[in-house]
Structure formats: C-alpha cells, structure tokens
Nanobody
C-alpha cells in the first residue's frame, strides 16, 4: 500500500502562484510514476501532469503546459505541482496519484493509489 497526502491548496488571485505537495508513505515511492489530476464541481476528473519514477520525464495537459511544473523528491517521498499564472478555470480539487510503472499515464483509471485531494480556488 502507498498512502498519499496532499497539502498546500488555498485561495489565490488570478495571475498568482501556488505550490501543492503530495507526501507518500508505506511503499517504495521511487518505483512509482506520479501524476496530478483535478476535478471541478460537476466535471469529470482530468489529467494535469505526470512525472516518471526518476523525475527525468514529465508531461502535461495542454491547458496547463507552460504554466505548471511537476517535480519530485525521491529522497523525501514528495511530489510537487508548481502552478503559475493561475486562472479561474484552474479552480478544482487537486489529487496526486501513483502509477505502478516507470512512466505514468494520462488515464486516471491506470493509477493505483490516490490521495484525498487539496482544494485550489482561483479568484478573478
């Protein structure tokens, strides 16, 4: 089992920045690719970003490319999502998830473990 706990969400004005974190425990964190997803009220959960087990490869949804950066710290079992130039449409609950392959995926159904999420609200 891998336990994931997100933190760092909050309220920010449009154009601002926020960094959310995900702390992992209970398994070999570095053997998992990690992803971030988000879900807004009334909408389906959508892919945001993913990073390979080593941190060498990352990929993003088109809607956040150039604004968001995913990173990881395997020594401390942490994964981050740095969010810049935030827009009101980025408002959602953000979830981290672990994928039991080296590279990750854009598909939420392929992820094995999920955190409880952290709320990010961007005001206009």
């Amino acid at each position: 089992q891998l336990q994931l706990v997100e933190s760092g969400g909050g309220l920010v004005q449009a154009g601002g920045s926020l960094r959310v974190s995900c702390a992992a425990s209970g398994h070999t964190f570095s053997s998992f690719a990690m992803g971030w997803f988000r879900q807004a009220p009334g909408k389906e959960r959508e892919f945001v970003a993913a990073i390979s087990w080593s941190g060498a490869t990352a990929f993003y949804a088109d809607s956040v490319k150039g604004r968001f950066t995913i990173s990881r710290d395997n020594a401390n079992n942490l994964v981050y999502l740095q969010m810049n130039s935030l827009k009101p449409e980025d408002t959602a609950k953000y979830y981290c998830a672990a994928h039991s392959t080296a590279w990750g995926s854009r598909l939420s159904a392929e992820y094995n473990y999920w955190g409880q999420g952290t709320q990010v609200t961007v005001s206009s």
